[in-house]
C-alpha cells in the first residue's frame, strides 16, 4: 500500500483523494500524538473550507481546541504555532499545485515540519480510525476558535525582521504576483510597511484560480506587469507562498539559486553566516557552487526536497539553506520556507549594497543545464547498472570542473532523470543526450 504521506504532507484531488474524513482522521491524529492545541491555517482553494471543517471536527472530536487562522501563507503557520504556545500547526493547501488539488501538512509546536517516523504514526490512526471507547463524550468534546489578527502577527514578524537591522524601502517600486493565493492577504501589506510602492496584481481569489498561469511557476503576468509598470522588481509567490521566484528591472528572472547566493554573500559580509556554509540540494546550479566558492563560503547538498535541507540546516547548525524553486530557510527568521520573509532579506541585502536586483543577481553566472526524463522499465535497477555508471564516469572527466552530471530516479513515476551541467550549451544538451540513450539501452 503506498504511503499517506509525501514529501509535503498528504496531497491529493479534493473530495476523491484527499477526503473530508481523512482530514478528520489525521485531526484526530494530531490530537492524540501532538496535544490538545491544535492550529488551523490555509490558503484560497475552494475546498479549503470543507478540509478545515472536517479537520477541526476530528480536533474537537478527540477534546482538543482547533484555533483557525483562516487563509494565511504556511510559514505564517509555522510562526504563530510558536507565537500562540500550540502543540502542533496545520496547512492546508497543495502549495504550487491547480486548484482541485488540496493538502494538508503538520508542523510540531517549533514550527519544524514532523518526521516520517510521526508521519507512519498518523497514517496507522488514519487507516485504523479511533474506536469509538476512546473518543471523549458530551462536555468533554474541544472546540474551535478563530485566532484574531492572524495575517497581521505574521506581517509584522516579516516586517521586524527588515526594520530591526536598520533597513527600509523607501523609493523602491515592486511589481507583485500573489497567484490568487495566501500572499494575497500579506505581502503587499508587508513592503508598504516598509515604504516600498507596490503594484500588485492576482490579488483577489475566487478558489478556483490559485497558481492558474499565474504566480511563481508562470512568471509571464509578473514580466508584462514588470514592462507596463517600469517597476525596479517583480516578486511572485506560490499558492501558499513558502516560496518566491524574482524578475529584474531588465526581466532577468532571478531563482532560488541566485537568490541564496546574494543573501549568503550579504550575511557572510555582516558576520551572520554561520560556519560560512549553506545548504542546497543536489539540483542546484553548478554556477551557485562556483559563486559560494568565490566568495570563500562552503556548499552542503542534500536529497531534493526542503525537509532534508532543513535537517541538515539543524544538524550542523547553519542559517541559510534553499533550493533553485524558490524556497528559501532562514532560520534565525522562521523555521520552514518563507516566501516573503526571502523576498524581503534580498531586497535588504539589495539596499545594504546600493545595487539594483539585475546587478546583486550577477554575482552568480548560471551554467546552461539540460535534463532529460528517460522512461524506464526498471529504475530500481539503476544503482546496479554499471554500464550507466561508466558512462557518468566517462562523461564526468569529459566536462572536468566546469560541468557535472546527475542522474537519479523519479520518486512517483517509471523514470530515470538525467540533468548535465556544463559551461557551453551544447556540450551540455551532447553530454546528457548521450546519457539518456544509455539509460534507456540498460534500463
Known sequence: MARLFGTDGVRGVANTELTCEMAFRLGQAAVIKMGKSILVGKDTRLSGDMLESALAAGVMSMGGTALLAGIIPTPGVALLTRELACDAGVVISASHNPPEYNGIKFFDAQGFKLPDAVEDEFEVIVREGVPAEQMPAGDAVGVAIPVEDACRIYIDHAVKTVTDAGVDFKGLTVALDTGHGASSLTSAEALRALGAEVIAINEDFDGTDINVECGSTHLGPLHQLMQESGADVGIAHDG????????????????????????????????????????????????????????????????????????????????????????????????????????????????????????????????????????????????????????????????????????????????????????????????????????????
Not at 520556507?337 to 546600493?354: H, I, K, P
Not at 558512462?391 to 546527475?406: I, S
Request: aromatic share 4%; with cysteine.
Open 240 to 443: 501558499d507562498a513558502d516560496r518566491v521566484m524574482l524578475v529584474d528591472a531588465d526581466g532577468g528572472e532571478i531563482d532560488g539559486d541566485m537568490v541564496e547566493a546574494v543573501c549568503a554573500i550579504d550575511l557572510k559580509e555582516r558576520g551572520l553566516l554561520a560556519g560560512d556554509t549553506v545548504v542546497s540540494t543536489v539540483m542546484c546550479n553548478l554556477g551557485f557552487v562556483h559563486a559560494m566558492r568565490d566568495a570563500g563560503i562552503a556548499v552542503e547538498q542534500t536529497k531534493v526536497g526542503d525537509r532534508y535541507v532543513l535537517e541538515r540546516m539543524r544538524e550542523k547548525g547553519y542559517v541559510l539553506g534553499g533550493e533553485q524553486s524558490g524556497h528559501m530557510i532562514f532560520l534565525e527568521h522562521n523555521s520552514t520556507g518563507d516566501g516573503l520573509v526571502t523576498a524581503l532579506q534580498f531586497l535588504a541585502a539589495c539596499r545594504r549594497a546600493g545595487k539594483t536586483a539585475g546587478e546583486m543577481a550577477r554575482v552568480m553566472t548560471r551554467f546552461p543545464q539540460r535534463l532529460i526524463n528517460v522512461r524506464v522499465k526498471d529504475k530500481h535497477a539503476l544503482p546496479d547498472c554499471a554500464p550507466v555508471w561508466d558512462a557518468v564516469k566517462a562523461a564526468e572527466e569529459e566536462l572536468g570542473e566546469d560541468g557535472r552530471v546527475l542522474i537519479r530516479t523519479s520518486g512517483t513515476e517509471p523514470l530515470v532523470r538525467v540533468m548535465v551541467e556544463a559551461s557551453d550549451e551544447s556540450v551540455a544538451n551532447s553530454v546528457c543526450e548521450r546519457l539518456a540513450q544509455v539509460v534507456e539501452a540498460e534500463l
